[in-house]
């Protein structure tokens, strides 16, 4: 099984990292684990990125270029312009109010040029053998669909009129669904059951239209991005979120297999945090109690019944990640019906108060079932810096026995 492992996610904390800091950790990881890629972070001080690169040509590891795409990295930087309009009318503001997590519109010329042309200077420095593109989406709508459901800017609306779409009549459209409390349940059911829009009833037409429309945009500016790094004979790799999930956000693995050489599929079910399953489920779950008069209990079966998942009867554990790693499995099953080229399921080790505080025992077992579902590989998430070393051991310990496990079973 193949092992990847994310490092040193950009930000202005990476200034108070030596290189002496970032090759030890580095080389503690590839002393414990075969690692088979090492995705590194974006914008971060020179004498970083050359120790890490001696440790991976040390270790002959090929190093990627981890990117974001549609958000601010720190040098490239989302124009209130270029932002998200969302279903209400107003710009989709990033969560948080940060600029990493402030999305900018595929559809809009200047920002897709914009980005475009970020990621070729990126590429253009000759470091890496890959690319890791992160942020390859619409922010997520799960908070408030009302509001977060985008885009609605002008330049959206002309390259839907291009596809035979009317995209102010499908806003008009779907405000008036979701006016209802009705109509917020059956919303919520459909962001995570794409059966529910293969052959939609009339109210939901407007919903599966505005999702595959987002789906080709996503998928055209992923497939542009992935020719630059081509034409520079780098390999691509792709973040997605969960496979029940990307329906959210418009990303759709199959179309987006095509133009990459892995994806890793985002099955975190313990984090808190922006494109976790705890975090995105408890958003949605509480946008139903506050607005469509359903109770936390009937919430979160509604979203169960939707997503084929089991759930608990309580939001609270819901967000501490208190899930059934038989979701997990499921993820596994929807990442590989896909038919990516490989795929790789994306794992939290990381220790954060609040947002990842994890045992043992339960990495142990996540990491077992992922192995058992037959993925082709792991990425460590989401950032080495942050992981307790010891973690490291039992990847390891679990890694190995499941390839004995196989070998000789």
């Known amino acids: 099984m193949l092992i990847a492992v994310q490092y040193l996610e ?5 200034v108070h990292i030596s290189p002496a800091e970032a090759r030890a950790r580095l080389r503690a990881a590839l002393d414990r684990l075969p690692l088979a890629l090492v995705l590194l972070g974006w914008n971060l001080p020179a004498p970083l990125v050359e120790a890490c690169v001696e440790e991976c040509r040390r270790a002959s590891v090929p190093l990627y270029a981890w990117q974001p795409l549609l958000t601010g990295d720190g040098r490239f930087q989302p124009r209130p312009a270029w932002w ?19 999305f900018v519109c595929p559809n809009h010329p200047a920002a897709r040029q914009a980005a475009l042309d970020h990621l070729g200077e990126v590429l253009a420095q000759g470091t890496y053998q890959g690319v890791f593109l992160d942020r390859i989406r619409f922010p997520s709508p ?5 509001a977060g459901l985008a885009c609605f800017c002008p330049a959206c609306q002309e390259a839907a009129a291009q596809d035979g779409l009317d995209l102010p009549l499908i806003q008009q459209q779907l405000q008036q669904l979701l006016a209802s409390a009705e109509g917020r349940r059956v ?31 996503i998928t055209g500016l992923v497939a542009a991005a992935a020719q630059l790094a081509r034409r520079r004979g780098l390999a691509v790799g792709l973040d997605c979120f969960s496979p029940t999930l990307t329906g959210m956000v418009g990303q759709e693995l199959p179309a987006l297999g095509a133009h990459c050489d892995w ?7 313990r984090a808190y945090g922006p494109a976790s399953i705890p975090f995105e489920l408890h958003n949605l779950a509480g946008w139903l ?5 359903m109770g936390e209990a009937e919430a979160l079966s509604w979203l169960a019944g939707a997503a084929g998942w089991s759930l608990p009867a309580r939001s609270d554990a819901v967000r501490r990640g208190a ?3 038989t979701i997990l499995t499921t993820e596994m099953e929807r990442g590989h019906a896909a038919r990516p080229p490989q795929l790789l399921a994306g794992l939290e ?25 037959g993925v082709e590989g792991v990425v460590l998430s989401w950032d080495l810096w942050h992981m307790p070393l010891e973690r490291l051991e039992l990847v390891r310990h679990v890694v190995i026995n499941e390839q004995l496990r196989t070998v000789h079973p």
């Open 289 to 293: 109690v506050a607005s469509a008069g």
């Open 323 to 325: 899930l059934s790693n």
């Open 10 to 14: 950009g930000g202005p904390h990476t």
């Open 263 to 269: 994806i890793k599929v985002m099955a975190y079910i």
């Open 142 to 146: 799960s908070a408030n669909p009302a």
């Open 187 to 217: 919303v919520a059911r459909a962001l995570l059951s794409p059966a529910d829009l293969r052959s939609p009833p009339p109210s939901l037409e407007p919903l599966a239209q505005l999702l595959a429309f987002r789906r080709r945009a």
């Open 84 to 102: 998200t309009i969302g279903l209400n009318g107003r710009p989709v503001a990033g969560h948080g109010g940060l600029a990493e997590f402030t």
């Open 349 to 373: 080790l990381v220790e954060m108060p609040g947002v990842a505080e994890l045992d043992p025992t339960q990495i142990q077992a996540d990491l077992a079932t992922v192995a058992a579902a």
